[in-house]
């Protein structure tokens, strides 16, 4: 028990809780009977030696009461220290009589035992015991007639104490079992959780960035072979799609790098990006330089200042939007798309509005997982990371597709000190 493995610690600690009340309940009961103890004892020699059985067995309760985790392993080892310890207080109780609240001591001796030995301890010291308390009702009470139910109350007691004492081991070990197992079952959730959680992740990074841009090189190799079958083949049109071609691939590449660089990340990002305005307004040129869509990014009429935000929410935010941007340029036959962002009551309120078809009838989102389509998907579950509400319709617009993000915006922090 006290030697037990780190996976049993939650056992040992309740067992040693136990062991303690006893030792505890055992000081108790000394004080009070050994006064009538050491009145009860012959003159001379016989209240010496009532007088050291009380010193030894207080101090071994109080010692063992007091430091068990030190001195609890010296008794697993030896029960033979049990056993003396057991004498000595059958001395206390040859002179205190069976009558007193030291007979109750005794009952301790193999409730204790069965919590540190089991059961067979258990039953070797209650039969000590009951033998002791037995012999020392009889020869006590030799010339009176006591009733046969007094005699074996005691020894009845221990019998019972043994048991419980056992019992109660015999739970702990198995809660420490059940604990272990469920603990052993919570990690293995946990790491399924963990697995899923980040092939999730590499689906929605993957879809984000790579299978986009190569998307893009596809239709843009498409083009350049179409011209360069064409009859009379224009060589400044097919110079001009290689280099788009080319620039396609570069950067996809970079791409890949950077997905493979944050995979092998092992310190930390920075701590906050630039303001959302500038990352969205960044954001809206480039891809309107790469894909000819118009996209405006006013800046906040309101002149409220619109925050910074930690790396890990910009990057949800930035790939919302660039989500947005994409499916109005690839489906919604958009000719305009107007981002807009501001802060009101704490929350920041994104909107990407383009006045295109709009969404098809119907749409789900288990729809769009069943036929392959995982660009909203992946804007829910970046929004569900980001602690943000997502919504996907024509909102108040006549036409066309509203995607809106309202992100409870962190507290802010410390102003940075002075050095």
Not at 230 to 249: F, G, K, T, Y
Not at 347 to 367: F, I, Q, S
């Amino acid at each position: 028990m006290l030697a037990a493995e780190p996976s049993e610690k939650l056992q040992v600690r309740a067992l040693q809780a136990l062991c303690r009340q006893v030792f505890g309940f055992r000081l108790a009961m000394i004080l009070v009977s050994a006064p009538a103890a050491l009145l009860n004892a012959a003159p001379g020699l016989g209240v010496r030696l009532v007088g050291a059985a009380v010193v030894v067995t207080f101090m071994v309760s109080y010692v063992l009461f007091r430091d068990w985790e030190r001195f609890g392993p010296l008794l697993l080892r030896h029960p033979s220290l049990l056993a003396a310890d057991t004498l000595f207080g059958s001395f206390l109780l040859v002179s205190a009589g069976p009558d007193t609240t030291l007979a109750y001591v005794s009952v301790c001796t193999p409730l204790l035992a069965g919590l540190v030995y089991g059961w067979r301890g258990a039953a070797c010291f209650a039969s000590l015991q009951s033998l002791i308390l037995l012999l020392v009702h009889a020869t006590l009470k030799a010339g009176r007639h006591a009733p046969v139910a007094e005699a074996l109350l005691l020894p009845g007691l221990c019998v019972v104490a043994g048991a419980m004492g056992s019992t109660l081991r015999n739970l702990m070990l198995r809660f420490g079992a059940a604990t272990q197992a469920l603990t052993a079952v919570q990690a293995r959730l946990a790491a399924a959780e963990a697995v899923s959680a980040e092939r999730a992740r590499l689906a929605r990074e993957m879809h984000d960035s790579v299978a986009k841009t190569l998307y893009g090189v596809a239709l843009a190799a498409d083009g350049l072979a179409a011209t360069a079958s064409a009859a009379a083949p224009d060589p400044a049109r097919i110079r001009e799609q290689a280099e788009l071609v080319s620039r396609s691939a570069r950067r996809a590449a970079a791409e890949s790098r950077e997905l493979l660089t944050d995979l092998r990340r092992d310190h930390p990002q920075p701590a906050h990006q630039p303001s959302v305005w500038r990352e969205l307004a960044d954001r809206a040129r480039d891809f309107t330089a790469r894909t000819g869509l118009p996209v405006t990014c006013p800046r906040p009429q309101d002149g409220a200042a619109l925050p910074s935000l930690p790396a890990p929410l910009a990057r949800h935010v930035l790939a919302i939007v660039t989500e947005a941007l994409e499916n109005a340029h690839r489906h919604a036959r958009a000719t305009h798309v107007d981002v807009r962002a501001r802060v009101h009551d704490g929350v920041l309120r994104l909107t990407v509005h383009d006045d295109g078809t709009g969404l098809p009838p119907g749409t789900t989102l288990e729809r769009l997982r069943d036929s392959g389509h995982f660009g909203l998907l992946g804007m829910v579950e970046r929004a569900a990371q980001a602690g943000a509400r997502i919504r996907v319709g024509r909102g108040a617009h006549e036409r066309g597709t509203e995607v809106r993000l309202d992100l409870p915006l962190p507290p802010p922090g410390p102003p940075p000190q002075e050095p």
